[in-house]
Structures are given as structure tokens and as C-alpha cells.
């Protein structure tokens, strides 16, 4: 009491000196210093208020391997040494697989057998996990055509562990005017952890992780974490079993908690009781574009720290470390819940939800969706499927999940979901029973292989569920966009989840996630799987989406899970924060340092590139 009434004495109550600050990561701690740099103005610091408007502008393109500027090995060399050895020149894995100095088949055999459900792909420095966005120049395969070449994969990797580290890589990326990419896990499916002919500094081994018992900053006072840049969900799994809390995580093991899901929202079971990713931070560390290592929180450097909760990763610095909040453990009671559509099975004693009439089914999957509204608002979550099989045949597959319900309440809080079924026809006469896990469980580090998923996506706001017109609306545009499925060979995803003001909290409640996230009920999803997105192809897919846009043209999408060609993004991905976010980025990054598709600012930038839409596989250069 004595602390808080001398800082509001001397006026300065509102100001982060009121953190009871932890002790710092080591990881923080190592910086850049002026014996580091030494003579080596390439890694020197640049200062962004000085930067006038012709010499941001100077570039036509970002300097290219085979360019005069491009920098000699001497240089390349000389940078090592001040990383200390953590630069790395990575041949693409699967260059084994091909012809060439590289061929291994004994190493190619053991990458198609034996690295699915591993951990193997997360720690490759080139790797992303969805393939088309490097360009598809050395794809994973049996006997492949051609040769492998390095296309979007960046030709160098800083693996980083250390603000240090981070700081000489963004200072040379900037002052040699190179392309600079950031990669954590590669889990991006926009080609956002790729480029040509760049330096990536990869976050992978920032792996600290810190218990606060008690955090004090503004009005919060409570358990917080402070965690490293590269920690994935898996590992925060096994920290909160370790220390008896729940942490707002990524569902998928091995997604960044603190990388890019967090920067552009972060979904997962428990948002509609705690909030989106970005709504748990309360302070970051992040090396801006002028190489400056700083603190981001509501009281220090406020506008980075607005714009880095939900704004977007690769766009305004490099986060190397953020303290969120921790919550007090929690169960999740989960219950599962399918209907089969097979028109032309002659079964005459069904299984529960197995059915033959078309409209039957797709008023069951209506009465799924429109009662999981209930489920949001006691705070859970729900995560579904529609597959299109052949012969007109549909799989609608769903979890619908509590927070902290036993399972008895779990069951009868679904009891009228069971009713509106039977009613309808659909027998639900013995549905499963939920069962119940700890959020913070220990949990494998398996994670996915490559492949080549591309969403296209829409926030679908509860205005939908309110008005039954809409509601009808809505419906018909997810069954017809799901039954032009079959044939173009894409799937329906709907997760449910309720993110509001309310439940964001303090200081969530004012950052720059998408608006239409604090309105959602439905982040609804066409998936494809389809490399090749040649033209026609895509306009078909649009064409589904253009009925999901009309039925909420206000609303948005979310880019994480979203669409790199989507159009008009700025509105559709940022919404009304996209002008500020835009300030935000000009004056942080005058140099256009930081770049990735449909971030803020990136429309000032194209990737010239042939082949797959939106491919990194190109020079950057500037627009017009
Ligand atoms: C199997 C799977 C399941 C998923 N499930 C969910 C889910 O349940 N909920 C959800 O919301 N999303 C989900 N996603 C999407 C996920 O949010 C995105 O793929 C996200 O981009 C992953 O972030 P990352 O940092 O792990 O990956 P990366 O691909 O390494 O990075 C993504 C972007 O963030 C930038 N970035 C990364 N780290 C930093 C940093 N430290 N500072 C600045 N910029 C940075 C990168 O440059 C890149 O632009 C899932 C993805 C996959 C593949
Ligand atoms: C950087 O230095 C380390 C240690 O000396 C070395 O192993 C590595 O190959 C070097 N990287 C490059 C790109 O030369
Ligand atoms: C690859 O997997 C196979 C079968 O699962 C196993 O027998 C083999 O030992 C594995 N090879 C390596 C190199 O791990
Ligand atoms: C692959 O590389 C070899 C050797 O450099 C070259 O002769 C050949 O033409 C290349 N093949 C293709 C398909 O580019
Ligand atoms: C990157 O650095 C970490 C930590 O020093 C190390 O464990 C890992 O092997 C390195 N990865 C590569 C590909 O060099
Ligand atoms: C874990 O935390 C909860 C609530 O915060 C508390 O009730 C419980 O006693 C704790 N359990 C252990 C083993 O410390
Ligand atoms: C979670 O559920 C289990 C089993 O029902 C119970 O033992 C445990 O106390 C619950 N934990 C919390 C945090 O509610
Ligand atoms: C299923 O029944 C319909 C009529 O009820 C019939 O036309 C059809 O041939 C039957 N199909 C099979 C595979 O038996
Ligand atoms: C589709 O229906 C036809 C004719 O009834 C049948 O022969 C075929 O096996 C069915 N295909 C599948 C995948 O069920
Ligand atoms: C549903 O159950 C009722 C009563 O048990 C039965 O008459 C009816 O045929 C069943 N309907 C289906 C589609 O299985
Ligand atoms: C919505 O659809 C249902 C079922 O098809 C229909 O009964 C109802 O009249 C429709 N409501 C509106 C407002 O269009």
C-alpha cells in the first residue's frame, strides 16, 4: 500500500514501474552491444525517426542472391562469428530424394516412412508445413522428376536463441536491404515463414519458460508465465501440469504459443471462458526494425503492443518473449456427437444418426449449429466437420466442449440438442457420454507433416443465429458451398467460439484483434487441399465463399486460418483496426524491413513470382 500511494504521489501510478518485474529470460538478457558491432556497420543499429521518406522509398526491390549488393561469404562469414556460429545454410530435407549431389536414398526412404507423427519436421530451419507457398521446387517424394532447388526457402537461418542474435539478423537484413522472414514453427498456411533469397531468423530454440506467482501490472495482479518465443503448445501443456495452471494455448501440440497464432488472434477450447491468445499478454520483448530491443506493454511503447496482440506477426517487430496470464487449472468435459448421410444405403435398422433423407441431414447439422450457441455461452467450445463422400453421402462430425461441467451436467445441458434431433427423426436415443480431461495435460510432441491445406474462411457473427432469415441464409450457403465439395475435392470446417470484449478483459479488451473475432460464432471454413490453385479452380472455390460473405458482409476472417488471395483483406482480416495498424507499421518500420503476405503494409510490396498463386518463390519488390 505504502509502494502504490508513493507512485501515485509522484504521478507515475499508471506506469509499468508498478510490475513487480521477474527476473528477466536469459535468453533476453544477451544483447547486442557497440563491442559487437564493433567496425561491422552491417550490424549496426538505425533509428526510425531519422529515416525520411525518399530513403524509405529508395528500394526497387529487396537485394537478391546474384545481385551486385548481395552480400560476399566474407560478410556472410563475419556475421557468423558475431552469432556466434548460429548461422545456418540449409540444404532442403528432401534433397536426398533427388538426383543429384545430395542423393541419399537411404536418408529419402527414412524421410517418407518414418517422420510422419514426429517431431522431425518442426526442427528443420527451411521447412514449412504447407508446401505450395515455397513453390513446390523440392517436394518430398518417391523417384521425383527434376532437380530439388532452394525456390521460396530462404537461403540463409539465424537460429536464434538470444535477443543478440535477433538484433545483429534484423540489422543486417536491413542495413544490406535484404528480404527478412521470421519462421517459428512453419505451421503458417499463407506462406508467411517463407521466402526467396532471405535471411529467416528463426525463433524455434527461444524454449524459456517462467512461473510468476504473483504479477502485478496496472490492474492486474495475479499468476502469469513468461515464456520464450519458440515454446510450443505442447511443452506450455506440460509447464501448466507442472505448475497446477491453465495458460490459453494452441489446440494443435506444436503450434507457437507466443509466435505468430498468438500475434493474429489464437483460438482454442477454452476462449470462450478466457479469451483469444492475444488477449492473455500483458507485456512482450521485441526487437523492432531499427534492431532496438524493447519492452512492449499498456504503459510502455503502447502502440506496438496493441498492434502485436492480434495485428499480425512479421509486421512490426520481433517478438523474442511474452508474460501472459496464467488461470487456475481447469477440466474440459468434451461429448462427441456424428450424423451420416448415405441416400442410397438400404439399411433398414440404421445406426443412430446414420441417415438416407438428404433434407433430414442437413436439418440435423442446422440444429447442431444453432444450439451451439448455447454451448458458447456457458463458455465452451465446439469443433466440427461436414465431409462430402461419394454418392451424395456427407459425414458431419462434431465435439461440443465444457469448461469445468461435470459430465451428468455436460449430458443434460445437451439433452434439448437430443430433443430437437428426435424431433426431426434423427434418433439420438443413446448419445456418448462426455468424458473429461485437465486442459493442462501433459502432451505429445508429435506434430503434422507437410501438405498442402489452403483455407478460405469467414467469422460468421451471432447477428446470424438471432434472425432466423439469416439464420436460414447462413445455412444454405454452408450446405451448397459443402455440397459443391465432392468433385473440387474440398471440406467443410466450422469451429465455435465466442471471444468477447467482456471475456477478453484486461488489457485484451483493447488490442488489435480482427472485430469481427469479439462478435463470433462461427469461424467457418472451406478447406482444399489442392496444390495447383489455378484460376478456375479458385474462382469455383469463391464462388462458395461469395455465399458465406453475403451471408455476413460485415463481418471478416481470420487469417491464421484464412485465405493468402483472400479479397479486399484489410477489411476482411483487420477490419476497422487496419488504418491505425498501418500508422503503426510506417512509423515502426519505415525501411519495410519486416514483410509476408497480407500483412499490414504488405500491398506496398509484391512477390514476383511464376506458378502457384501467391507462391513465395520470387523476388520482393516494391509496387509500381
Ligand atoms: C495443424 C494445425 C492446427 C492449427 N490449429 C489452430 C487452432 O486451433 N487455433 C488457431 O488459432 N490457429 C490454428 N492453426 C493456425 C496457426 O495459428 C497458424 O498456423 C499460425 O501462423 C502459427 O504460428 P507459428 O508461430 O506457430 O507458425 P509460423 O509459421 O512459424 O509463423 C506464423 C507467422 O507468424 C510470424 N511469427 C512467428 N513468430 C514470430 C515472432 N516471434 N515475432 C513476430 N512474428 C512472428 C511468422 O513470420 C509468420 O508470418 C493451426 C495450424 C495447424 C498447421
Ligand atoms: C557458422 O559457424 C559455425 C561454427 O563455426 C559453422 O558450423 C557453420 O557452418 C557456419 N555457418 C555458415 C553458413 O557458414
Ligand atoms: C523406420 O520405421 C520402421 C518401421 O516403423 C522401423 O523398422 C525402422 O527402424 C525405422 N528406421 C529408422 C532409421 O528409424
Ligand atoms: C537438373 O540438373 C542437371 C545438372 O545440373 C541438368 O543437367 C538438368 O538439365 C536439370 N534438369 C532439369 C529438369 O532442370
Ligand atoms: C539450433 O540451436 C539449438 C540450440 O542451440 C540446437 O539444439 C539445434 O540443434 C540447432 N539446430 C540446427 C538445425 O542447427
Ligand atoms: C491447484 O490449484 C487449485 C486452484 O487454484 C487449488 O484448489 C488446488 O489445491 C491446487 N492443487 C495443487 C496440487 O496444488
Ligand atoms: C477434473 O476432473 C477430475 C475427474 O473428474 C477431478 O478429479 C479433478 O479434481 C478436476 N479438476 C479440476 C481442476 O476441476
Ligand atoms: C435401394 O432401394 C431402392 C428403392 O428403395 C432401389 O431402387 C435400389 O436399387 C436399392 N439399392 C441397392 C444397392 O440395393
Ligand atoms: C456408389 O453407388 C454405386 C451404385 O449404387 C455403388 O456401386 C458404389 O459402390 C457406390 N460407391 C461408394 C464409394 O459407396
Ligand atoms: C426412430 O425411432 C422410432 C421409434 O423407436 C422408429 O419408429 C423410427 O423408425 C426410427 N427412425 C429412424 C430413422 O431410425
Ligand atoms: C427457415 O427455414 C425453415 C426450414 O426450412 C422454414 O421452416 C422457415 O420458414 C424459414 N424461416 C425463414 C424466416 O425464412
Not at 508498478?18 to 557497440?34: E, F, G, N, W, Y
Not at 534484423?170 to 544490406?176: D, I, L, T
Not at 465439395?485 to 468477447?500: K, Q, R
Not at 500508422?583 to 513470382?609: H, M, N, Q, Y
Request: aromatic share 12%.
Amino acid at each position: 500500500m505504502k509502494l502504490r500511494l508513493s507512485l501515485v504521489f509522484t504521478g507515475i501510478f499508471l506506469s509499468s514501474a508498478i510490475a513487480l518485474k521477474p527476473r528477466a529470460l536469459l535468453s533476453d538478457t544477451v544483447q547486442l552491444t557497440q563491442d559487437d558491432i564493433g567496425d561491422f556497420s552491417a550490424i549496426d543499429f538505425a533509428d526510425e525517426a531519422t529515416v525520411s521518406l525518399a530513403e524509405s522509398n529508395v528500394q526497387a526491390c529487396k537485394v537478391f542472391p546474384g545481385d551486385r549488393d548481395w552480400p560476399s561469404v566474407a560478410e556472410w562469414a563475419r556475421l557468423n562469428r558475431t552469432l556466434g556460429g548460429a548461422l545456418l545454410r540449409p540444404t532442403p530435407a528432401a534433397a536426398a530424394c533427388y538426383q543429384g549431389p545430395f542423393y541419399d536414398a537411404e536418408r529419402c526412404q527414412y524421410l517418407l516412412t518414418n517422420t510422419s507423427f514426429s517431431h522431425f519436421w518442426l526442427d528443420e530451419p527451411l521447412v514449412s508445413l504447407t508446401e505450395w507457398s515455397q513453390g513446390g521446387t523440392c517436394a518430398l517424394a518417391m523417384n521425383p522428376q527434376g532437380n530439388c532447388t532452394r525456390g521460396g526457402f530462404p537461403e540463409y537461418v539465424v537460429n536464434a536463441t538470444t535477443v543478440k542474435h535477433v538484433q545483429a539478423a534484423v540489422n543486417f537484413a536491413r542495413n544490406k536491404r535484404i528480404r527478412l522472414i521470421i519462421k517459428n514453427t512453419g505451421h503458417d498456411f499463407g506462406g508467411r515463414s517463407v521466402g526467396a533469397g532471405s535471411l529467416s531468423i528463426w525463433t524455434h530454440h527461444f524454449k524459456a519458460m517462467e512461473f510468476i506467482p504473483s504479477y502485478r501490472l496496472g490492474p492486474y495482479n495475479g499468476n502469469a508465465v513468461h515464456f520464450g518465443a519458440g515454446v510450443e503448445s505442447w511443452e506450455e501443456k506440460n509447464f501448466m501440469a507442472a505448475h497446477n495452471i491453465s495458460v490459453v494455448s494452441p489446440g494443435c501440440g506444436t503450434v507457437g504459443g507466443v509466435g505468430g497464432w498468438m500475434n493474429s488472434g489464437g483460438h482454442t477450447t477454452i476462449t470462450s471462458k478466457f479469451g483469444l491468445g492475444a488477449d492473455q499478454v500483458l507485456s512482450l520483448g521485441v526487437v523492432t526494425a531499427s534492431g532496438r530491443f524493447v519492452t512492449a506493454d499498456p504503459y510502455t511503447n503502447p502502440d506496438l503492443f496493441f498492434a502485436l496482440r492480434g495485428g499480425g506477426g512479421a509486421t512490426y517487430g520481433v517478438v523474442t518473449s511474452a508474460i501472459m496470464k496464467a488461470h487456475p487449472p481447469v477440466n474440459v468435459t468434451s461429448t462427441s456427437l456424428s450424423l451420416t448421410l448415405s441416400p442410397s444405403s438400404n439399411t433398414t435398422n440404421p445406426n443412430p444418426g446414420m441417415l438416407t433423407d438428404t433434407e433430414q441431414f442437413w436439418q440435423g447439422v442446422a440444429a447442431y449449429y444453432r444450439f451451439a450457441a448455447r454451448v458458447l455461452d456457458a463458455g465452451g467450445y465446439c469443433f466440427s466437420y461436414i465431409y462430402p463422400l461419394p454418392n451424395n453421402s456427407y459425414r458431419f462430425t462434431t465435439s461440443s466442449s465444457f469448461v469445468d461441467l461435470a459430465p451428468a451436467a455436460a449430458h443434460e445441458f445437451m439433452q434439448p440438442l437430443y430433443d430437437d434431433l428426435n424431433n426431426l427423426g434423427i434418433n439420438i436415443t443413446n448419445p456418448p457420454s462426455p468424458f473429461v480431461s485437465l486442459y493442462g495435460l501433459p502432451s505429445s510432441s508429435n506434430g503434422p507433416s507437410p501438405g498442402n491445406t489452403r483455407y478460405r474462411s469467414r467469422l460468421l457473427p451471432r447477428e446470424n443465429w438471432e434472425d432466423d432469415e439469416l439464420w436460414n441464409k447462413t445455412m444454405g450457403a454452408i450446405r451448397t458451398a459443402t455440397e459443391g465439395g465432392y468433385e473440387g475435392d474440398f471440406y467443410f470446417h466450422g469451429t465455435l467460439t465466442s471471444p468477447t470484449k467482456e471475456v477478453a478483459g484486461w488489457p485484451g479488451a483493447d488490442n488489435a484483434v480482427n472485430p469481427a473475432w469479439r462478435r463470433n460464432r462461427m469461424h467457418a471454413m472451406l478447406m482444399d487441399q489442392t496444390p495447383d490453385q489455378s484460376t478456375e479452380r479458385d474462382a469455383v472455390i469463391q464462388g462458395y465463399m461469395n455465399l458465406l460473405r453475403e451471408a455476413a458482409p460485415n463481418a471478416g476472417s481470420y487469417m491464421n486460418e484464412g485465405d493468402p488471395g483472400e479479397p479486399n483483406w484489410q477489411q476482411a482480416f483487420y477490419g476497422d483496426h487496419y488504418p491505425r495498424l498501418l500508422r503503426i507499421k510506417r512509423r515502426r518500420d519505415p525501411w519495410g524491413l519486416f514483410w509476408a503476405p497480407t500483412t499490414v503494409g504488405s500491398e506496398g510490396w509484391t512477390v514476383r513470382a511464376e506458378g502457384y498463386h501467391e507462391t513465395q518463390n520470387g523476388r520482393l519488390c516494391r509496387v509500381g
